[in-house]
């Protein structure tokens, strides 16, 4: 054997050797001084799959590996070797029959009695498995790698399609760019286009808009029944009968696709797997792509219940704004407190009526811009409506800015939170100072009519007493002209008499029209 011939030994020894090159579970070959195979044991034979050891022999041992990259290794190990160091590459190489494998080789020089250098001893080891390994730990590195960083690019405000970008070409990566991968997005009863940057935009434009439902392609029929769908052969399945022609032009022969649901179960969109040739997903592609929807949804759930929050947002700026509006036209003071009734929020309103600085105005400093003989009931009446929980209703005088007191109508209600507790309070001050003159004005006039209607009452009760006092008079002559018959010495005093009372009376009437024409 080469062993003996290279190492000359006492037969023991050379039978030891090949025991143990025999008894060896890797793949070892015996390799001449330019590197050419003239051995290997049995086990290696079973490991590379080779029936004829004698039609590999004698070959350069570099020819039986695929790639430039790997033949390089080789005659960089070998050189290692003839340098008496060892050598040691891992690389790919499939079996004579064709089953993939990767190898992790270590050359080793062989030396003869006389020191010189004979040939080489290659020991393979099958490392596919843990190669495989290592690749799915790689690919599940990939994938937790890519749910982070899409979280993060979505929390931070990136656009839809470059979080979802992430995740299809994360899905891509982890297949070694074997299937091409879309998003699709749910849309009143409709998919549109989320991300696909590997399938052909022409493509994307055809299907941008599909109708879903139960035989509407891969996707479609997904988002319609809310469960998996897998077509392994687009040519011949029913379900791509309306779209069969359009994938196929593009190169697309299976597509398996999977709902993006809500937590509540909500289809927000699809995520489809494409390949160029015909495929069933194996379980450990299923595994991986759920993860990445899982993302997806995640990703999906977040924008849509960010939209809410920026619609709602924009609704209260709107009414914000509105109330604002309303407030500056009706001239108002409003104001804000906390649950407990003290001020903390700015109010410009204020401080422009009062003159008052926000220092000045915050917790219960507007207190000092009140008058002094309303503060007391003022702030008693707050206390009491912030204990009850109640409207806070009252008047009071304030300070204004140009050193007058002016009357404000104040109204104070509680917002609640959703336990019932209050929240704050909201207020607003009116100026009524305009009101309050005129209901003092009201008030003179009304006491001067008083007064007016007084003395007119007691004019009137002296007019009909001294009206009155004359007829008694006149009424009594009548009586004595009628009994005194033809005596005319009493009818003349009489006369007189009665002359005298009726020129009293006209002349108190004649008092009354002046009064009258005066009044």
């Given at each position: 054997?080469?062993?003996?011939?290279?190492?000359?030994?006492?037969?023991?020894?050379?039978?030891?050797?090949?025991?143990?090159?025999?008894?060896?579970?890797?793949?070892?070959?015996?390799?001449?001084?330019?590197?050419?195979?003239?051995?290997?044991?049995?086990?290696?034979?079973?490991?590379?799959?080779?029936?004829?050891?004698?039609?590999?022999?004698?070959?350069?041992?570099?020819?039986?590996?695929?790639?430039?990259?790997?033949?390089?290794?080789?005659?960089?190990?070998?050189?290692?070797?003839?340098?008496?160091q060892l050598g040691h590459f891992t690389a790919f190489c499939p079996t004579a029959k064709g089953v993939p494998k990767f190898w992790d080789v270590r050359v080793t020089p062989i030396h003869g009695a006389d020191g010189q250098l004979k040939g080489f001893l290659s020991v393979s080891r099958d490392i596919t498995a843990l190669q495989e390994l290592l690749r799915a730990r790689e690919r599940d590195g990939i994938l937790a790698g890519t749910q982070k960083i899409?979280?993060?690019?979505?929390?931070?405000?990136?656009?839809?399609?470059?979080?979802?970008?992430?995740?299809?070409?994360?899905?891509?990566?982890?297949?070694?760019?074997?299937?091409?991968?879309?998003?699709?997005?749910?849309?009143?009863?409709?998919?549109?286009?989320?991300?696909?940057?590997?399938?052909?935009?022409?493509?994307?434009?055809?299907?941008?808009?599909?109708?879903?439902?139960?035989?509407?392609?891969?996707?479609?029929?997904?988002?319609?029944?809310?469960?998996?769908?897998?077509?392994?052969?687009?040519?011949?399945?029913?379900?791509?009968?309306?779209?069969?022609?359009?994938?196929?032009?593009?190169?697309?022969?299976?597509?398996?696709?999977?709902?993006?649901?809500?937590?509540?179960?909500?289809?927000?969109?699809?995520?489809?797997?494409?390949?160029?040739?015909?495929?069933?997903?194996?379980?450990?592609?299923?595994?991986?792509?759920?993860?990445?929807?899982?993302?997806?949804?995640?990703?999906?759930?977040?924008?849509?219940?960010?939209?809410?929050?920026?619609?709602?947002?924009?609704?209260?700026?709107?009414?914000?704004?509105?109330?604002?509006?309303?407030?500056?036209?009706?001239?108002?003071?409003?104001?804000?407190?906390?649950?407990?009734?003290?001020?903390?929020?700015?109010?410009?309103?204020?401080?422009?009526?009062?003159?008052?600085?926000?220092?000045?105005?915050?917790?219960?400093?507007?207190?000092?811009?009140?008058?002094?003989?309303?503060?007391?009931?003022?702030?008693?009446?707050?206390?009491?409506?912030?204990?009850?929980?109640?409207?806070?209703?009252?008047?009071?005088?304030?300070?204004?800015?140009?050193?007058?007191?002016?009357?404000?109508?104040?109204?104070?209600?509680?917002?609640?939170?959703?336990?019932?507790?209050?929240?704050?309070?909201?207020?607003?001050?009116?100026?009524?100072?305009?009101?309050?003159?005129?209901?003092?004005?009201?008030?003179?006039?009304?006491?001067?009519?008083?007064?007016?209607?007084?003395?007119?009452?007691?004019?009137?009760?002296?007019?009909?007493?001294?009206?009155?006092?004359?007829?008694?008079?006149?009424?009594?002559?009548?009586?004595?002209?009628?009994?005194?018959?033809?005596?005319?010495?009493?009818?003349?005093?009489?006369?007189?008499?009665?002359?005298?009372?009726?020129?009293?009376?006209?002349?108190?009437?004649?008092?009354?029209?002046?009064?009258?024409?005066?009044?």
């Amino acid at each position: 054997s080469f062993m003996n011939s290279a190492v000359p030994a006492s037969s023991a020894v050379a039978l030891t050797a090949d025991l143990l090159f025999e008894s060896s579970p890797d793949c070892a070959k015996l390799l001449d001084l330019q590197g050419n195979l003239l051995s290997m044991n049995r086990n290696g034979q079973s490991l590379m799959d080779v029936d004829d050891l004698s039609e590999i022999c004698g070959l350069p041992w570099v020819s039986l590996w695929p790639g430039e990259a790997a033949r390089q290794q080789i005659e960089s190990a070998l050189e290692q070797a003839r340098q008496g160091q060892l050598g040691h590459f891992t690389a790919f190489c499939p079996t004579a029959k064709g089953v993939p494998k990767f190898w992790d080789v270590r050359v080793t020089p062989i030396h003869g009695a006389d020191g010189q250098l004979k040939g080489f001893l290659s020991v393979s080891r099958d490392i596919t498995a843990l190669q495989e390994l290592l690749r799915a730990r790689e690919r599940d590195g990939i994938l937790a790698g890519t749910q982070k960083i899409a979280m993060e690019q979505a929390v931070s405000g990136a656009s839809l399609e470059q979080v979802l970008g992430t995740v299809v070409r994360a899905a891509e990566a982890y297949s070694e760019e074997a299937m091409l991968v879309s998003v699709l997005l749910a849309q009143d009863g409709h998919l549109r286009h989320g991300a696909a940057p590997s399938l052909p935009q022409a493509y994307n434009a055809a299907i941008d808009g599909m109708a879903t439902g139960p035989n509407a392609g891969s996707c479609g029929t997904a988002a319609h029944l809310n469960q998996e769908v897998v077509v392994s052969d687009i040519a011949t399945d029913p379900l791509w009968q309306d779209y069969k022609e359009l994938a196929l032009s593009h190169g697309l022969r299976s597509c398996w696709s999977q709902p993006i649901r809500s937590p509540g179960g909500v289809v927000l969109g699809t995520l489809a797997c494409y390949r160029r040739e015909v495929h069933v997903p194996t379980p450990a592609e299923k595994e991986a792509v759920a993860l990445l929807v899982n993302t997806a949804a995640l990703i999906l759930d977040h924008r849509r219940e960010s939209d809410a929050r920026q619609i709602t947002q924009e609704a209260l700026l709107r009414n914000e704004q509105r109330f604002r509006s309303f407030v500056t036209a009706t001239s108002q003071i409003t104001w804000t407190a906390d649950a407990q009734g003290n001020v903390i929020e700015d109010s410009p309103s204020w401080r422009a009526f009062t003159g008052q600085t926000y220092e000045q105005w915050i917790q219960t400093g507007w207190l000092q811009a009140l008058h002094p003989d309303d503060r007391q009931a003022t702030f008693a009446t707050w206390q009491a409506s912030v204990e009850a929980g109640g409207i806070f209703e009252t008047e009071y005088r304030i300070l204004h800015a140009d050193g007058d007191y002016r009357w404000t109508a104040v109204r104070g209600v509680p917002v609640l939170a959703q336990d019932g507790s209050v929240r704050e309070w909201v207020g607003a001050n009116t100026d009524i100072t305009e009101r309050k003159q005129a209901e003092e004005e009201l008030r003179l006039l009304a006491a001067r009519l008083s007064e007016a209607d007084h003395r007119k009452t007691e004019f009137l009760a002296t007019l009909a007493h001294e009206l009155r006092n004359p007829l008694a008079p006149l009424r009594n002559g009548l009586e004595v002209l009628r009994l005194a018959g033809n005596n005319p010495e009493t009818a003349a005093k009489v006369r007189d008499m009665m002359q005298r009372q009726l020129s009293h009376m006209v002349h108190l009437v004649d008092d009354l029209l002046d009064v009258a024409r005066i009044n």
